[in-house]
């Protein structure tokens, strides 16, 4: 009776309020940065610059951020307007691992607050979240700078058949080399391995905050529509009833999918030569790559366009379909005329759809069931 009372007061406990907070930004910005570090180590990418600004920008950027890239940074194939233009790429595989840290944590202090929480707790606790996450957000924007020193040598790449001259060279899946995009892409390994390069970045402090700020904002709504023994405000028994069995179906499906996209990186890593670049690059982008296959799978086209150097390095057969023709949409259809396996993608959607649709089912009470302990409805523990 005691919790109930507490709750119904009306009175914030800011004690709790704050160190909670402290808990929750901390193990995911932690968690974050273990993830970022990690992949960094794994792909090399440590031996061209310093890993803690490295993996400082990477962290603002898996959190909505941005970082500005300065110096000779035209041996990737990045000119004019594309060489002073913000980088705005997200690696989800790091955002990620902060967003279920951050969730974890915030929904495991709302639990522990009592039977029930007022709104005007569950405000404090979310702006308390979403305040100390966004400052420390700023605080990348000055331990995020730093040089990378790019050693043409030290790739490699002058080692490569006929000293960067790549004809007659094949990669799975892209063919001989040489031919690829009318030979400009040996043009820009020959500029790598002659290159003694230095390219600089910024992390953005505006637009990285504002981006964390919504990141945070994001994550935390997620979670607590996601979240189905977490109790709510008062007048929010419908949202549990309706909405949180979807969604907390629809995230469900989607880690599924994460865990399916790390076992199958692990699978190509046993065979490939370079195991490391690859639990690197999943451990990064896996989700990238997981949740553009799902609205692809189910249809939805996208618009896409490559350019330069570096679009001849994404994935096949997108990088052929993107080079041939960039002015229609990419679809399931056409990325299977280029390779029949990618209907397995359709196959393998139609089955998260249905996964998802049964979770909903399971997870939606019966009519006239008990709600969970709520300010409005705290009658329904049992």
Known sequence: MSNRSA???????????????????SWSLIGMAGTAALGLHLLEADSAGELGPMTAALVALGAGGSVTPSGDVSV???????????IEI?????????????????????????????AAELLARVGAVVVLFAALMGGLAYAGQAVITLDGGDLGLDELPGGGDLGG????????IGDIGGGLLPDRLGDLAGADAQVGFTVDA??????????CLGVLLVALLASRRTPLPRGLDAVHRVVRPAVSAVVTVLLVAVAA??????????????????????LLGAPNGVWLGVPLGLFVPWDGRATGALANLLPDPLDALLRVDAHEPVTLGRLAELDSRVWLLGVAAALMMLYAGALTAVRTPFAGQASPPTAGGADGAG
Do not use: C, K, M, N
């Open 7 to 25: 709750g119904q007061s009306g009175s914030v406990r800011w004690g709790d309020v704050v160190f909670s907070a402290i808990a929750a930004v």
């Open 76 to 86: 990737f194939g990045l000119e004019g307007a594309q060489a002073t233009t913000a």
């Open 90 to 118: 997200t690696p989800l595989g790091v955002g990620l691992v902060g967003a279920l840290l951050l969730a974890w944590f915030f929904l495991r202090s709302l639990r522990g607050a009592g039977v029930v929480v007022t």
């Open 169 to 176: 060279v094949e990669i799975p899946g892209l063919g001989d």
């Open 206 to 215: 505006a637009p990285t905050v504002l981006g964390g700020l919504l990141w």
């Open 261 to 282: 996209g790390l076992a199958a990186a692990v699978y190509a890593a046993a065979g490939d030569p370079h195991p490391r670049r690859i639990a690197g690059a999943a």
